[in-house]
């Protein structure tokens, strides 16, 4: 198969996606930048607060993508 064909075949990514994945790169890293900001002006840190940012970091657009798939999965299948 050449390239032209490869890109052919693909079906088009679904704009929830495209919305998901720029959500994603700019919650990722403001959570980062949040967490970042914590750890270096922080006077005390409790000690569950970073990884309670972390995981909000990761379980936030997690649970925005279970969202959208399950959205476009009863649309495709009613």
Known sequence: MTTKEV???RAPMPMWKR?????TVIWVFVALLNA????A???E????????LLAVAVVV???LY??????????RHP
């Open 36 to 39: 970042l900001t914590t750890l």
């Open 45 to 52: 840190i409790p000690p569950d607060r970073v990884p309670t």
């Open 61 to 63: 657009p997690a649970a």
């Open 66 to 75: 279970a969202i959208g798939w399950l959205r476009d999965r009863l649309r």
């Open 19 to 23: 919305f998901w994945i720029l959500f």
């Open 7 to 9: 890109q052919t075949t």
């Open 41 to 43: 002006f922080a006077e």
